[in-house]
């Protein structure tokens, strides 16, 4: 029994992809692309200026700080020490240089994570002051 030929290609890949091509890559209605764009224009100019924050307190930047600090050394120290136990258990005798490589390379990161995170605290703040007037009150309001 013959079929009669079809117009799409035969084959698995070429019938999902004509399926993808019909589907998707057609043009749409141009009424329904207008209207999906002024729905669009109104959601971003509504929620543009978003909820402002308040500048973070002193315990927070505290907390902030010694988070990125302790973050940065107990991972450097697990990578190290971890390492340390998986070349131990290959026969390679590197038991405590991996794990104060890594200490040092994790304090460095924390340390820099603090400065960085410092950095960005300052520019919200000075941000948040250079939009008061001074009484208190927004002077883009």
Known sequence: MVRPPSERREGRFCAVFWDFWETVLTAPDPDRLNDLGKRLDD????HAAGPRRQAPSQSQIGFRFATELFAGVVGGGGIGWGLDWLCGNFGFHTKPVLMI????LGTAAGIRNVMRAAHEINTEIARGRASDDGNGKETGS
Not at 43 to 46: I, V
Not at 101 to 104: D, K
Request: glycine letters at 0%.
């Open 101 to 104: 490589v890594f200490f040092v």
């Open 43 to 46: 959601f971003q100019t509504k």
